[in-house]
């Protein structure tokens, strides 16, 4: 079952068009990745679809509603999430105070602090750090921030735009197990990554997206294998 249709999808900035209709599906359960070189328009298709840039056409249907014109901070309440390229933690805040934003749409304060025990359980280093200033982690423990961040709401739906930009190797690595993770626990995940060789690995379906349209489609696997994609995005 489809938990996120993106349909006929058009965003402009101004008069240049960087969504020219695109369409996909997330089912419910799955780790779909969109693959494609910078300018390709994958920000702007997870930035529209949580409601941070208007549509000019199409719709996006969420767990079976129109959320097309529905607010930012009313979509987080109906079960999706964001984690933003470049991590965008309150950088003044400490890490707890991070996580305490994420949990603002709960109102039990009992299941808030069991929330941000299970975030510590998932990210120890999270836990070690916690009242820390955000802004003096080092950029692995602010991407784990940022990820326990937006889980702290419970989303069906997890966004994630370039989770590994910027890391070592070894935390890149440990990033892609979270996500997997994620999925196992029961959380649907899309993932925005030029990292194209790991997001595939990990993902049960994929697009490819090149200057605001969908140009390749098919199982992770599938496309890995492409020599399109191996050429263009693999290294191969």
Known sequence: MALLE?????????????????????????????????GAGKTTTMQSIIGLIPSRGGSVIFDGKDIT???????????MAQVPEGRRVFQELTVYENLLMGGFSQKD???????????????????????????TL?????????????????????????????LSPILVDQVFEIIKDFRKDGTTVLLVEQNAGKSLAISDRAYVLELGEIVLSGTGAELAASDEVKKAYLGG
């Open 6 to 38: 993106v349909k006929d999808l058009q965003v402009y900035y101004g008069v240049i068009q960087a969504l020219k209709g695109i369409n996909f599906e997330v089912n419910e359960g799955e780790i779909v990745t969109l693959i494609g070189a910078n």
């Open 138 to 166: 080092s950029g692995g423990e602010q991407q784990m921030l940022a990820m326990g961040r937006a889980m702290m709401s419970h989303p069906k739906l997890l966004l994630l735009d370039e989770p590994s930009m910027g």
């Open 69 to 79: 014109k529905t607010p930012c901070h009313k979509i987080v309440h109906l079960g």
């Open 109 to 135: 304060k009992s299941a808030i602090k069991q929330d941000i025990e299970s975030i510590y359980e998932r990210f120890p280093r999270l836990a070690e750090r916690s009242s820390q200033i955000a802004g």
